[in-house]
């Protein structure tokens, strides 16, 4: 396969480049005449969303870095400083920090709305897989930008995360005081925070481009769960959901907007606008709101090692979802009791979540408790055994017969994309 | 752009024009909200109040002996402020313009009623560095004001550039006499 590339571009500049390195025939191809089902609900416009906000974080967090100062003696007053000093300081730093919190909420619903429509399913565990680790890697990255304020929460975030792995039998401590360069957290750990904080995001991006590129290869999942038969069942990518996914974008904006110019702080700690005192412990410490439902976890369990594990094993289990679950139907519309089981599994995380956020005594201890049992019984035993078990209801025929069959669209309005595709 | 030929389509249809339209109104909305985007980011790397705060001090004269001179920092710049002898301001003055790089007169270059004090920028034009002479100890070139080591660019008396590569004299600063023995630079 060695030669010049045999483009189909007209404009003579593009077609010189497209001969020699096809980037806009695999523009045009992949994002272009991409053949998509037709039939997406808003729930596929998230992984848009979630690449758009991890470009929005790369772009405010590399010009927050240029004011930023990561030494504990001053990375406290450098965040004050842009956020009163800097020209629009306060709008990259409340964009940063709320971007986190966005983010996260937008990954969520891209996962739920996977676990719900069984996008993990064969051929898509790799995508699912990749999907996971980004979903860690992030989680990783968070927590480390969380520290860099240098703020009460920062400080005691980080030993309490970082002391984690003290339970590792044996080489706990080791570990430990490796992560800190130090017996305690302080201008060692701050730095090398600093350090992976602006690394990992450019990891995410290659992540997500290999995410991407396996989606690319799989096709994407719909609402109905079955794979389009032929060019009836999907249209291109573009205008169709470029289009879609520009409204859904634009509502993301709005949502974005009102919480950095009017609501900035609702979603992080006053506790943070204290610089960092390594003698004292804030009375009542949390972790960031998207980390409350494992923090819900590792308190479920009264022994140091098991909460922990534990913790990692709820998010380890995901990578084994696509062989726990064995039911071949994928969309949980035609799945009647999975779908019960999917919603009892969001209250389930928004109760752990709730739990994260209280002190851990009374009614917190036991809900807590049942909560996380009932997380590890969805995946490791209702998701085989259900899957066995239930009669799911009969599949459409094809994504166009459903589409055409079921609406209330005239035959004449529903039939012209076809003709185009 | 033109495999799907989904958007050629409709832009050769009866509604073309239309449709031309509203794709133009979506994308310069788009190029607004970028640029809308992008603005903070790039304005983020002007410099910032806290900078622009000390943008003015405030200098004692008066300690500064005859025929020497201080290097004041004022926005993390050398600003040269030169005590000059009765000698120098005469040489200045006489200085003829014909023979200037970058004319200027003595009169131009300081305050009317506080002519034995000159005070620049302390930056070459050339490449940016210190010339050496606010010292009567340091070398002054052959026109008695200052001496840049890297290039050998000579300012004269009212730090009028004379000789050597550089191409304008040593630009004035903002400055106001509060009293006689003390100004405010900015």
Redesign the interface.
């Given at each position: 396969m060695v030669g010049l590339h045999h483009s189909?571009v007209?404009n003579p500049v593009l077609h010189w480049i497209d001969t020699r390195l096809p980037v806009v025939t695999m523009i045009?191809k992949e994002y272009?005449?991409f053949p998509t089902p037709k039939n997406f609900n808003y729930f596929w416009a998230f992984g848009g969303m979630a690449m758009v906000t991890l470009l929005?974080m790369i772009?405010?967090g590399i010009?927050l870095a240029?004011?930023y100062t990561p030494h504990i003696t001053m990375a406290f007053d450098s965040v004050e400083?842009i956020m009163?000093?800097?020209?629009?300081?306060w709008?990259?730093r409340y964009a940063h920090e709320n971007g986190a919190s966005m983010f996260f909420i937008v990954v969520y619903v891209h996962m739920f709305r996977g676990l719900y429509y069984g996008s993990y399913k064969a051929p898509r565990e790799l995508l699912w897989i990749l999907g996971i680790t980004i979903f860690l890697v992030m989680m990783a990255t968070a927590f480390m930008g969380y520290v860099l304020p240098w703020g009460q929460m920062s400080f005691w975030a980080a030993t309490v995360i970082t002391n984690l792995f003290s339970a590792i039998p044996v080489i706990g401590e080791p570990i430990v005081q490796w992560l800190w360069g130090g017996f305690s957290v302080g201008n060692p750990t701050l730095n090398r925070f600093f350090s992976l904080h602006y690394l990992l995001p450019f990891v995410l991006f290659g992540l997500v481009f290999l995410h991407v590129a396996a989606l690319h290869i799989t096709g994407s999942n719909n609402p109905l769960g079955i794979e389009p038969k032929g060019p009836q069942d999907t249209l291109?990518f573009?205008?169709y959901y470029t289009v879609k996914d520009s409204v859904a974008l634009c509502l993301f904006f709005l949502v974005f907007a009102v919480l950095v110019f009017f609501f900035p702080d609702l979603l992080g700690h006053s506790d943070n606008y204290i610089q960092a005192n390594p003698l004292q412990t804030p009375p009542h410490i949390v972790p960031d709101w998207y980390f409350l439902p494992f923090y819900a976890i590792l308190r479920a369990v009264p022994n140091k090692l098991g909460g922990i594990a534990l913790m990692f094993a709820s998010i380890l289990i995901l990578y084994a979802l696509p062989w726990l679950d064995t039911c071949k139907v994928r969309s949980a519309t035609f799945r009647p009791i999975y779908r019960i089981f999917f919603w009892v599994l969001v209250v389930t995380c928004l109760v752990l979540g709730v739990v994260g956020e209280q002190p851990p005594e009374g009614i917190w201890v036991p809900l807590g408790q049942v909560a996380t049992a009932y997380y590890f019984f969805h995946f490791l035993i209702l998701l085989p055994v259900l899957g066995k078990l239930e009669r799911t209801l009969p599949l459409p025929e094809s994504i166009s017969q459903s589409v055409l069959g079921g609406g209330p669209l005239p035959t004449g309005a529903a039939s012209k994309p076809m003709e185009?595709a | 752009?033109?495999?799907?030929?989904?958007?050629p389509?409709h832009g050769s249809g009866p509604d073309g024009t239309k449709r031309d339209f509203l794709q133009l109104v979506a994308l310069a909305s788009a190029a607004v909200g970028a640029g809308a985007?992008i603005?903070?980011?790039v304005?983020?790397?002007?410099p910032?109040?806290?900078?622009l705060a000390l943008s003015e001090i405030e200098v004692d004269i008066a300690p500064i002996p005859l025929g020497s001179g201080i290097i004041a920092s004022w926005r993390g710049q050398p600003v040269f402020i030169r005590h000059r002898t009765e000698t120098e301001i005469k040489e200045a003055q006489a200085a003829p313009l014909s023979e200037m790089r970058d004319p200027a007169t003595d009169a131009e270059r300081v305050k009317a009623g506080h002519e034995q004090w000159l005070i620049t920028s302390a930056i070459c034009t050339h490449l940016g560095c210190i010339p050496g002479g606010i010292k009567p100890t340091q070398p002054r070139g052959e026109f008695g004001g200052w001496f840049c080591p890297c290039h050998g660019s000579q300012y004269d008396t009212a730090a009028r550039i004379r000789k050597g590569p550089a191409p304008r004299n040593l630009p004035l600063v903002p400055y106001a006499f509060l009293n006689d023995t003390k100004i405010k630079i900015g």
């Open positions: 189909d007209k045009q272009g005449s929005l772009a405010t010009f240029m004011s400083r009163r000093d800097v020209n629009y300081g709008l990259l291109p573009h205008p185009k | 752009m033109s495999a799907t030929a989904h958007v389509d985007i603005w903070p980011l304005d983020s790397m002007n910032s109040k806290d900078v």
